[in-house]
Every structure is written in structure tokens, then in C-alpha cells.
T-cell receptor, first 115, second 110 residues
Framework: KAGVTQTPRYLIKTRGQQVTLSCSPISGHRSVSWYQQTPGQGLQFLFEYFSETQRNKGNFPGRFSGRQFSNSRSEMNVSTLELGDSALYLC??????????????FGSGTQLSVL | DQQVKQNSPSLSVQEGRISILNCDYTNSMFDYFLWYKKYPAEGPTFLISISSIKDKNEDGRFTVFLNKSAKHLSLHIVPSQPGDSAVYFCAANNGNQFYFGTGTSLTVIP
């Protein structure tokens, strides 16, 4: 079974631009979660999608948005980029993140640098 | 509001000795706990988990202990190997979403 695929692996943008990150979950998984990792902050939860619906949202500004398609692939968009948005963005998939004893499977992440 | 905390940012251990990584949580509704291991430039990979109905779970060199009254869990690695050098994240699930700690960077010295 193929793992979670995130594209692109690396991205360099300038302040004010917008960016779209893509995630293809493991086949059969309907839940996709997005996390931001910065040094010292661990994994900060952005949002979770299940069957094309956003079920949970973390404490991030509205510049961060996402969506999920009918094939469970997900995209995350960040508009009006700020220097502080530089981070590793991780996508994780599971059958259903709300089911007990489920675990998340992570992609390799997209390293975003904002200059 | 950090509901899952790893208070030690780093830990160094000699090869062959025991590594103990600690994690504290505040939400008593958490019923499932996990440990993930992360190498640089890679995503976290699942290591071991424990349900709140248990107090110990073993998988080879890795053992996770859960103390619900203290809201504390720990990961023991015995014996530690240089390949174990990585960042370790603990995570908890309350049936709604996963919460992660800030990570502990483990260095195993040959």
C-alpha cells in the first residue's frame, strides 16, 4: 500500500504570496489532518477533513484554509504569507481520526520557507 | 493551551543504556496515547501506543507506561541504539482529535 504523499517537498515564497500544498492519503483512508511543525512548538493542529467535510479546526487565522476532494485527496492553502508561516507542514491520514485506537500515518511534509 | 507536554527538549544516553522519555497531559478525557519518532526531513512514524484501560504496553525494545492518576506516560527504550537518535513526540486522542507534545530530541551516543 502506498503511503501518504505530499507535494511539493520544498517551497520558497515571498511575503504576501499565497501557496497551495497537496496531500494524497493512504488508499481507503477518509480522514486527512494537517499539522504545522516549527522548532520548539511541536505539531500544531490546523484542521481535519473527513469525507470532504471539515470536522475540526485548530487555532490558526483564516489565512489558513483547506479542502478535501471526493477521492480523499486534500489541499491546504495559505494566503498572504507571513515570515512566521515558515514551517514544515505535515499531512496525516487515517481511516477515521475519531475512532478509538486509530493511528495517524504521516507524509514526509512540505518545507515552506517565506522570505 | 498545550494539553500534552514534553518538558525535556533533549536527552542524551549512552548506547546500550535505557532511554526514558516523559510526557504529561492535562485532559482526563484522553483515552488513547501514542508515541511517534521523527527523523529530520521526514514525517513522524508510529512507534507504540497504549489504551487508557492499560498501564503498560511492550513492543520489542520499546515499552510505554501510563499512569492515569498522575496524567503521565513514559517511553522506555532498552537497550538504546544509535539508530534511535531522533525526535520523539507523544500524542493523545480524546475521541475527537489528536494532540501532540513539543517533542524530545534523543541522542544515543555510541
Amino acid at each position: 500500500k502506498a503511503g501518504v504523499t505530499q507535494t511539493p517537498r520544498y517551497l520558497i515564497k515571498t511575503r504576501g504570496q499565497q501557496v497551495t500544498l497537496s496531500c494524497s492519503p493512504i488508499s481507503g483512508h477518509r480522514s486527512v489532518s494537517w499539522y504545522q511543525q516549527t522548532p520548539g512548538q511541536g505539531l500544531q493542529f490546523l484542521f481535519e477533513y473527513f469525507s470532504e467535510t471539515q470536522r475540526n479546526k485548530g487555532n490558526f487565522p483564516g489565512r489558513f484554509s483547506g479542502r478535501q476532494f471526493s477521492n480523499s485527496r486534500s489541499e491546504m492553502n495559505v494566503s498572504t504569507l507571513e515570515l512566521g508561516d515558515s514551517a514544515l507542514y505535515l499531512c496525516a491520514s487515517s481511516s477515521d481520526a475519531r475512532v478509538g485506537n486509530e493511528k495517524l500515518f504521516f507524509g514526509s511534509g512540505t518545507q515552506l520557507s517565506v522570505l | 493551551d498545550q494539553q500534552v507536554k514534553q518538558n525535556s527538549p533533549s536527552l542524551s544516553v549512552q548506547e546500550g543504556r535505557i532511554s526514558i522519555l516523559n510526557c504529561d497531559y492535562t485532559n482526563s478525557m484522553f483515552d488513547y496515547f501514542l508515541w511517534y519518532k521523527k527523523y529530520p526531513a521526514e514525517g513522524p512514524t508510529f512507534l507504540i501506543s497504549i489504551s487508557s484501560i492499560k498501564d503498560k504496553n511492550e513492543d520489542g525494545r520499546f515499552t510505554v507506561f501510563l499512569n492515569k492518576s498522575a496524567k503521565h506516560l513514559s517511553l522506555h527504550i532498552v537497550p538504546s541504539q544509535p539508530g534511535d537518535s531522533a525526535v520523539y513526540f507523544c500524542a493523545a486522542n480524546n475521541g475527537n482529535q489528536f494532540y501532540f507534545g513539543t517533542g524530545t530530541s534523543l541522542t544515543v551516543i555510541p
